[in-house]
């Protein structure tokens, strides 16, 4: 049973940004969604990294999406309890989220948090980012994703705006 508050204020939602950096476009919407929300930040890294070509890492990637043997994720830098809403960000990897973040979702899948998913692509057909989510976290309140191409956050600036404030 929880107690009254007794006159002080109740406690502000708190935020997490997620990133998983490869491109560059996601960590450069994730700091836009950062700066406008005050959100803490933590980047989902696998333990092996990926390698620095583009082309091995796209048929590595694929390879983990095919097989289902990941790469497993270096633990979080924050504690997942004490965040109300998270904004959890990926670029768009052959038609869904990115191995890492599916890595953690297998792992931790956000029970009793509100979502905010947000993607970077090159152009690829993104319906299946929410599909997932929607299997990979049954009991999170996931929430309308943002899907913005490479490169396009400076035009898109009042869409994210828009989509931060519901």
Known sequence: MCSPLRGRSPPAIQRW?????????TEELARYIQKKTNADMAQI???TPYPSDYD????ISRLELLTGRR???QPLSVRLQQYDSIFLGTPLWWGTLAVPVLQLLTQHPLEGKRVLPFSTNAGGNRDKI???L???CPKADVHAPLA???????RAQ???DAWIRG
């Open 130 to 132: 929410f599909d997932d």
């Open 158 to 160: 009042g869409k994210v």
């Open 56 to 59: 091995e890492t796209v048929r």
């Open 45 to 47: 890294s696998p333990v």
């Open 71 to 73: 790469n497993p994720v």
């Open 148 to 154: 913005l191409r490479a490169g396009e956050l400076q």
């Open 17 to 25: 940004c997620c990133i998983i950096q490869k491109t560059g476009h």
């Open 134 to 136: 929607l299997l990979l």
